[in-house]
């Protein structure tokens, strides 16, 4: 477990020594602020306006904040060859796996608590409860649903060989994520069984992101505490990503770097 976090520590550290991603950061806390303009267009909902711009700023930018963190790391294993220096430490490969997953997750975190931070200011200068618990939520499951992701991130990143192609597939599978769903669901009104069998198994093997979308439920209290809502979304939350991680460190076992 010290190991773990000894990797965890080096992957959040390197991750915020990378002035694109600090770059990155500070945009993203313009972007909750820039919710006060676009909250002017619609004065009638203005407190509405800033909530969604700002949940969708911060969604949008946790997830560029695991594709910039993913693209840091793979560089520096693949082009400068941080990797083999690693490998020759007492470190076993699924800790290193699992220590690089926390970091990047760490630095999502933080990114996520910033801009959470920057439209809660926002809301208390407008006069609103900025500690509501939809938002609160919401923005926890956002967060959620990002570490969910870089599960499946850790796979493609043992699997890849380049950079851009693993953040190619990052994005598609990103995009899928939020389509499972409506995939599954046109798929059993069609009567094609190959059809349906191909969107199962893209429903089951794909991150399911919008398992962690609350705009339908962040104004019910009843929708936002139903056991039939909680319990498979924090099931999920901690299954999935085990099993990725456990895959990614099958894989990673056998690659050779010498």
Not at 78 to 100: C, D, F, S
Request: glycine share 4%; proline share 3%.
């Amino acid at each position: 477990m010290r190991r773990i976090a000894a990797v965890a520590e080096y992957i959040f550290k390197q991750s915020f020594r990378n002035k694109i991603l600090n770059v990155l950061i500070l945009f993203a806390v313009f972007s909750i602020g820039f919710s006060l303009v676009v909250s002017e267009l619609a004065q009638e909902v203005e407190i509405k306006m800033i909530k969604d711009f700002g949940l969708f700023a911060i969604n949008l930018f946790a997830f560029l904040t695991l594709a910039l963190a993913l693209t840091v790391q793979l560089f520096e294993e693949n082009e400068l060859k941080t990797i083999n220096l690693i490998m020759v430490k007492p470190v076993a490969r699924h800790e290193y796996i699992a220590g690089k997953y926390l970091g990047i997750v760490f630095t999502i975190l933080m990114n996520v608590i910033l801009m959470l931070a920057a439209l809660m200011l926002i809301l208390w200068l407008k006069g609103e409860n900025p500690w509501e618990l939809g938002l609160l939520l919401q923005a926890m499951y956002i967060f959620l649903g990002t570490a969910v992701l870089a599960s499946t991130a850790m796979i493609l990143s043992v699997l890849a060989t380049s950079v851009p192609g693993c953040i190619i597939f990052l994005f598609f599978f990103y995009i899928l994520g939020h389509l499972t769903v409506h995939l599954k669901n046109i798929a059993s009104q069609l009567d094609n069984a190959l059809f349906q069998a191909a969107a199962d198994i893209i429903y089951y093997l794909l991150p399911n992101l919008e398992l962690f979308n609350l705009k339908d439920k962040i104004y019910t209290p009843e929708g936002l505490f139903s056991p039939q809502y909680l319990l498979p979304v924090i099931a999920y939350a901690v299954f999935y990503p085990v099993l990725s991680l456990v895959i990614a460190s099958l894989i990673f076992r056998k690659k050779e770097f010498f």
